[in-house]
């Protein structure tokens, strides 16, 4: 005889960090609450994330830092739920944590301590936490209730919320139930592609920059639609570092990125400067003053360095130039999902309520967190698009 179907009024499908916001903000309202996650641990994103320290917000969060094919969406609720109520809630369990650059908010001692706070408020309001809990079938009843097959059994509910995240970083479980589930339902999903990722790099410019590996520079990475300025590291496979990260969410397969090695510097005046007071000096001999030694016969080749000053005319000057501020490297691709910290593209936000979150198609279903086409830089903006989306998703269902 089959036993009938377990009644909760809310239902979370993904025990990660929006999905463990939007528990909470529902369970306050005295709402039934269970959570279901096919992983064996809560919120295994949110444990490894900043080094397994938690970069968990920012200082400075504003539309301008998420990419979308709605730019508006996110306003909403980036608005009513901001990074200073998710510090005010940091704060009262007294979890310490410090600024780094460009106001990313990391835990000082352990992103467990994030993951903590989160669980102890679910456990304060009686939320339910199910793992290990393999989804076979969602469907809806006639009644209009959502029907949930699982391997922990049957349940059925009003409003069903999806957390259940992006492609990014399969070892984490990471898969593309979201998608699928609002493909289901009638929704168009943009495509997605890795973000937040390391580049790899085509033959000739893995064999030449290969000796680089472990090389950190600050550097101004560009293209047609975005710069930063941060780290550039040389690793054995490509390019990663934060200015690197935060360019390859806007690159597209085939383009070109211009690095600017020496950002803050009049190269030409100091080039001039330096011909007038030490004509002899080598060229290479100069430049490792300002750039690790040896990149520069990787960016410039060996032939020129060798030169000294009193031998370079200033056109050669400004062709060198050309090569330290606007250096083109074409990658061959990305990592991919494997080592991404988000996914781009998702379920597509003109489809879904910005200040709920609620499908506008489906009555009672719910998107949040990054199966959504919502995706932030690097430095905690993710995150808070996590708290700041569970939160709106919280006070309705």
């Given at each position: ?74 306003k ?8 200073w ?6 704060n ?67 409003s ?29 999903i ?7 990722v ?19 520079v ?8 975005a ?20 360019i390859?969410?806007?690159?597209q ?25 030490q ?34 005319s ?16 074409k ?5 991919g ?56 998703a919280?006070?309705?269902?």
């Amino acid at each position: 005889m089959q036993s009938s179907p377990i009644q909760t009024e809310v239902l979370i499908i993904g025990a990660s960090a929006s999905g463990l916001m939007c528990a909470i903000e529902a369970g306050k309202r005295g709402r039934k609450v269970i959570v279901l996650d096919h992983a064996n641990k809560a919120g295994k994103k949110i444990l490894m994330s900043g080094g397994g320290r938690c970069n968990f917000t920012n200082q400075d969060v504003s539309a301008s830092h998420y990419i979308s094919h709605n730019p508006h969406f996110c306003k909403s609720a980036l608005s009513r739920y901001t990074q200073w109520d998710f510090i005010a809630m940091v704060n009262e369990y007294q979890i310490p944590y410090h600024e780094r650059d460009h106001g990313q908010l990391f835990c000082n001692d352990s992103a467990k301590d994030i993951l903590n706070m989160l669980l102890a408020e679910c456990r304060k309001v009686n939320v339910q936490i199910k793992l290990n809990c393999k989804i076979n079938t969602v469907s809806q009843t006639e009644d209009n209730l959502f029907s949930v097959n699982s391997s922990s059994g049957d349940f059925q509910t009003n409003s069903l919320v999806i957390a259940s995240g992006g492609l990014s970083i399969p070892k984490m479980c990471a898969s593309p139930f979201g998608y699928k589930i609002a493909e289901q339902f009638g929704h168009h999903i943009w495509p997605t592609t890795a973000g937040l990722v390391p580049f790899t790099l085509q033959p000739y410019d893995k064999e030449r920059l290969s000796d680089l590996s472990g090389i950190a520079v600050d550097a101004v990475v560009s293209n047609d639609r975005a710069r930063f300025r941060e780290n550039i590291l040389f690793t054995h496979r490509g390019l990663s570092g934060p200015a690197i990260l935060q360019i390859s969410s806007y690159w597209q397969p085939g383009e070109a990125i211009d690095i600017n090695l020496l950002p803050d510097l009049d190269l030409m005046s100091f080039f001039k400067e330096r011909q007038a007071a030490q004509p002899n000096i080598k060229l290479k001999t100069l430049l490792s003053e300002i750039l690790p030694k040896r990149l520069i016969p990787a960016v410039l080749g060996n032939e020129v360095i060798e030169n000294t000053l009193q031998e370079l005319s200033h056109v050669r000057f400004n062709e060198i130039i050309q090569q330290l501020q606007h250096w083109q490297i074409k990658p061959n691709g990305t990592e991919g999902y494997r080592t991404a910290e988000v996914t781009l593209g998702g379920v597509d936000c003109n489809e879904l309520s910005s200040k709920t979150m609620e499908s506008n198609k489906v009555k009672g279903l719910y998107f949040i967190g990054e199966v959504v086409d919502v995706t932030g830089w690097l430095g905690g903006y993710n995150f808070q698009w996590a708290w700041s989306s569970g939160w709106c998703a919280g006070q309705v269902v």
